[in-house]
């Protein structure tokens, strides 16, 4: 297992943007997939994006489509979710995850960080 962290989170009016990014605590980012999940409060975690080691797979949420954007820079060792169009549902605790396939269910994945919260006030 590797320890994930995410950072980037934080308090943004609707319509906003915010960056989170997610690294290895320590050793490369070598995960085949990588993902970001979040979970609102009082509800079940949930995918919201997959990359691929290349970028050429990419996964979103019907819900975040055209405002989200994953990346990942593996020589850097960090993938990013990029958030514009913020709007109040898109308050979360955002969990960045690695696994060996490009999934949507969170047991598929073996690599976890503690979260980075973000809160989107309308």
Do not use: H
């Amino acid at each position: 297992q590797v320890q994930l962290v995410e950072s980037g989170g934080g308090l943004v009016q609707a319509g906003g943007s915010l960056r989170l990014s997610c690294a290895p605590s320590q050793g490369t980012l070598s995960s085949y997939a990588m993902a970001w999940f979040r979970r609102a409060p009082g509800m079940e975690r949930e995918v919201v994006a997959v990359i691929n080691y290349t970028g050429s797979i990419i996964y979103y949420v019907d819900s975040v489509k055209g405002r989200f954007t994953i990346s990942r820079d593996n020589a850097k060792n960090t993938v990013y979710l990029q958030m514009n169009s913020l709007k109040p549902e898109d308050t979360a605790l955002y969990y960045c995850a690695g696994g060996s396939e490009v999934e949507v269910e969170p047991f598929r994945y073996n690599d976890w960080g503690q979260g980075t919260q973000v809160t989107v006030s309308s």
